[in-house]
């Protein structure tokens, strides 16, 4: 994998370095997001290669599964390599019947915290995203700071949100430090996305504020919601003999130094794909042409 690296909170006493590339987890699980995955070797073997690949970022949360993500990373990949940020996200839950629900109370958040840290056999969680679920009863201000009080007893070491607007970013970095931010974004979809009756929240706005502070972005469904047969990339497609999901990894890339794409796959032919998209060069002709 041929890649720049990003720090995770640089101003802080503990910044992580990585990859601008990482896995997202979420694609492992069975059908809907849901039970244990259609092909278990195969998942293992996912994960297994992403660290061989160079890898160091991997996104995933206790409401996958239900916890079918964090079982497997453990399974995997413990113990972790030291340079491993896995990073989850806390504020969400699954009902029987698939559905995703606010779980932000501040006691379900110390709850979600202690499961991850149960499931992962860690001690202290490196990076936590705090799930914004529209329609939440509880203040956004209240749930960020459940999030930095356990952060300050040591439950998580940097404290990151998701699914947020330009405003409740900008409010959560007045209550304490915000690692990262991760949120909808990709070549074919920049502003909020309704999907399966949750908002999902993007937009260029929030990317500015990102690099404005040195923030990384981490940009989820940056394929599911890429537009299919936009011609403009499979133009650049065709002309570097890559697919089309690769130009919008390599788009995701070269847009900004904040961004990290996390693409997530159950395919290891698609997982060896995705990586390979970090070794193509766009150049600014290229850019503009896409945009």
Known sequence: ???????????????????????????????????????????????????????????????????????????????????????????????????????????????????????????QVTLVHLRNMVGSAVPFAERMQAMYEMQREGLILHVGVSNVSADELQQAMTMGAIATVENLYGH????????????????????????????????????????AGDERIATIARRYGVTEAQVHLAWLLHRSPCIVPIPGTSSMRHLQENIKASEIRLSADDMAYLD
């Open 1 to 123: 994998m041929t890649t720049q690296q990003i720090t995770i909170a640089p101003a802080s006493s503990s910044p992580l370095t990585v990859p601008r590339f990482g896995y997202g987890a979420m694609r492992l699980t069975g059908e809907g997001i849901w039970g244990e995955p259609a092909n278990r070797t195969e998942a293992l073997e996912i994960l297994k290669h992403c660290i061989d690949s160079g890898i160091r970022f991997i996104d995933t949360a206790d409401f996958y599964g239900d916890d079918v993500t964090n079982r497997l990373i453990a399974e995997a990949l413990h113990p972790y390599p030291h340079d491993l940020v896995i990073c989850t996200k806390v504020g969400a839950t699954r009902r029987p019947d698939k559905s995703w629900v606010p779980y932000d109370r501040p006691e379900q958040l110390r709850h979600s915290i202690e499961r991850n840290l149960r499931t992962l056999r860690q001690e």
């Open 188 to 227: 074919g979809q920049r502003t909020t996305l309704v999907q399966h009756g949750q908002e999902n929240r993007g937009g260029e706005e929030v990317l500015a504020i990102c690099e404005t502070n040195g923030i990384p972005l981490i940009p989820y469904f940056s394929l599911v919601t890429a537009a």
